[in-house]
């Protein structure tokens, strides 16, 4: 390859903004071959200790870019709250700056975008939709539920839109619960959102271990089917919308990163949803007994947090048949909240198991490669790699 021009030079760069602990972290080598994919890890959310009484999203907060080796390549800080993944569209990376404002930088690190959401505040995730504008998980300022509600956001005329709203899908459940005092009522903690089909959403509702499918998002949205437990929702009037459980095991509890996933080889009305299985059984809202579940075992609930493991999870959906049956399972280090799935486009697999701050990259085939290991005050709510080709590298 011919080099048309070549520049010496030499870059002192700032130091950084946080403990110096953060510059290297350490990398433990697993037991596969294979290579570990190209790209940087993108620490989303180090979520710190706070004095007492503080406002929880009044904290400094950063994204930590690191190599492979685990040295910090970056630090992007933000205003408050935390970063909940990075999206790009024609050289602009989007992302979440604090809980009302998401922004886009160019590579020069210029915010050439600054979005108000006005009279909501996001949470959890934002994805493009078919348009162009992006869909968010969002909170309305003053109602009395909370993390239950998606957005559009128009990156032109920066008009923001609530598009869905559990209140109106599952209203008769909602009514059966009791609303706390001076507070509002989390009862679904939506916190992730994947788009199926030009109209429908994938949604994981994080309190009531369920996941939903909803059509029509734009006009007049309906839910289509769920995956959670049939006791659970047993007597709510939404038991006939549970896809039908094949085979034997465990439902996926307090789950994340749930995301649709095509293959042309499945029949049409198959494909597969990948999702990090947190196996955390607690519903706060509702005090819901789990060890009484069948649905469930080996959770949290059923053993001590010491023995306890989370898992990736491939479900096979079957919109033909109306059933889900687990197709893949891989046991990951334990994490009951906070937590990231993500397939690499080389096929491997990285896990953020958020309590253990450790992101962990797998082959193909399961077997580990290496793991990140950090450290921080509570936890790394996620961890993702980019390439973040056409923003900083050709």
């Known amino acids: 390859m011919e080099i048309l021009k070549q520049h010496n030079g030499q870059y002192e760069a700032p130091e950084i903004y946080n403990q110096e602990e953060y510059i290297q972290l350490d990398i433990t080598d697993g037991t596969s071959t294979q290579e570990v994919s190209d790209g940087l890890y993108t620490v989303l959310g180090n979520d710190q200790d706070m004095d007492e009484g503080a406002d929880a999203d009044a904290a400094y907060r950063y994204i930590y870019i690191y190599d492979n080796d685990g040295v910090c390549r970056s630090e992007i800080p933000i205003i408050s709250y ?6 790009f569209e024609d050289g602009i990376m989007y992302y979440s700056a604090s809980a009302q404002y998401l922004v886009g930088m160019d590579n020069t690190g210029r915010l050439s975008e600054i979005y108000d959401l006005g009279d909501y505040r996001l949470h ?21 539920t909370e993390e239950d509600i998606v957005l559009s956001l128009d990156l032109e005329s920066s008009e923001v839109t609530k598009i869905i709203d559990l209140k109106d899908l599952f209203g008769d459940y909602l009514a059966t619960l009791e609303y706390p005092e001076d507070d509002s009522l989390d009862w679904m903690h939506l916190n992730t959102l994947s788009l199926i089909d030009d109209d429908s959403l994938i949604l994981s509702a994080r309190e009531t271990s369920t996941i939903i499918r909803v059509d029509n998002i734009f006009d007049n ?9 049939d006791t659970f929702w047993e007597g709510t009037g939404y038991e006939d919308l549970l896809l039908e459980q094949v085979g034997d095991f465990s439902l996926q509890a307090g789950q994340h990163c749930v995301e649709v996933v095509m293959d042309d ?5 198959q494909y597969y949803l990948y999702m990090f299985n ?14 009484l579940d069948d649905n ?3 959770t949290y609930s059923n053993v001590e947090e010491d023995d306890a493991e989370s898992y990736i999870y491939v479900y096979l959906i079957d919109e033909n048949e109306g059933t889900f049956e687990l197709n893949y399972s891989l046991p990951v280090a334990y994490s009951a909240y906070v937590s990231s799935y993500q397939l690499l486009d080389n096929g491997n697999i990285l896990v953020d198991s958020g309590f253990a701050f450790a992101a962990a990259e797998y082959d193909s085939e399961g077997e580990l490669i290496q793991t990140l290991n950090g450290m ?3 936890w790394w709510y ?5 390439d973040y080709s056409g923003f900083w590298f050709k």
């Open 124 to 144: 959890h995730d934002y994805i493009f939709d078919e348009d162009g504008n992006v869909l968010l998980l969002g909170t309305e300022y003053g109602a009395d």
């Open 278 to 291: 947190n196996n955390f059984t607690k519903c706060s809202s509702r005090g819901y007994d789990y060890t």
């Open 296 to 298: 469930y075992y080996g």
């Open 82 to 87: 935390r970063a909940h993944r990075l999206i």
């Open 221 to 229: 949205p309906t839910v289509s089917w769920t995956i959670g437990s």
């Open 265 to 269: 080889e499945l029949e049409d009305g």
């Open 376 to 378: 921080g005050d509570q």
């Open 382 to 386: 996620r961890v993702f790699k980019y």
